[in-house]
């Protein structure tokens, strides 16, 4: 079936590193890749979403590329700020009706 | 943004009582879903429900649980009778469409059964 792994759990960052939090998926087909962010006591919310086009998705200054060809979705920032420390998701959807299925998260902490 | 309100946001009760978990998604939405995050772990999905139906349901979806959205007001889940393994997070979800991924979920409904 359908899967999302998110190999980190944690991850702490000095402010102004870059950031890559990582994503790899399996699926039958060709699914639909999210980022979800969620911040501490608020809801999930979108982040980025994969193009069938090749094309980068950006927001807020964090971007993912699909790759196909190593099933990834891997989150890149070039310069973490503190306001990023947050739980973040890979997801996967691939069905009619957006269902969306969620890897483990990874938390991350951006120190100053 | 648009926004999703869950009700209540805590909730605690004995093993075998009925719990109904409340959800007021956002106004032009016609799909809904119900995920669960057991603390420590990954959000899975539960249901999506559209048209007065149920679309999808996972395997989590136990026989116990049931949702409904009488006449456009909340969407429902009812667990009846409750379990100690149903303690979690609920987070409910709703989206206009289909295909596009933007779901809009609520700050989550803590359950605890003892």
């Known amino acids: 079936g359908d899967s999302v792994t998110q190999t980190e759990g944690l991850v702490t960052l000095t402010e102004g590193l870059p950031v890559m939090l990582n994503c790899t998926y399996q699926?039958?087909?060709?699914?639909?890749l999210f980022w979800y962010v969620q911040h501490l006591n608020e809801a999930p919310k979108l982040l980025l979403k994969s193009f069938t086009d090749n094309k980068r998705p950006e927001h807020q200054g964090f971007h993912a590329t699909l790759h196909k060809s190593s099933s990834s979705f891997h989150l890149q920032k070039s310069s973490a700020q503190l306001s990023d420390s947050a739980l973040y998701y890979c997801?996967?959807?691939?069905?009619?009706?957006?269902?969306?299925?969620f890897g483990s998260g990874t938390k991350l902490t951006v120190e100053p | 943004g648009p926004k999703v309100l869950q009700i209540p946001s805590h909730q605690i009760i004995d093993m075998g009582q009925m719990v109904t978990l409340n959800c007021d998604p956002v106004?032009?939405?016609?799909?809904f879903y119900w995920y669960k995050q057991i603390l420590g772990q990954q959000m899975e999905f539960l249901v999506n429900f559209y048209n007065g139906k149920v679309m999808e349901k996972s395997k989590l979806f136990k026989d116990q649980f049931s949702v409904e959205r009488p006449d456009g007001s909340y969407f429902t889940l009812k667990i009846q009778p409750t379990a100690l393994e149903d303690s979690a997070v609920y987070f409910c979800?709703?989206?206009f469409g289909t295909g596009t991924g933007q779901l809009y979920f609520g700050e989550g409904s803590k359950l605890t059964v003892l």
């Open positions: 979800a709703s989206s």
């Open positions: 699926s039958t087909y060709s699914p639909f």
């Open positions: 997801a996967l959807s691939e069905s009619n009706y957006n269902v969306l299925y």
């Open positions: 106004s032009n939405h016609l799909y």
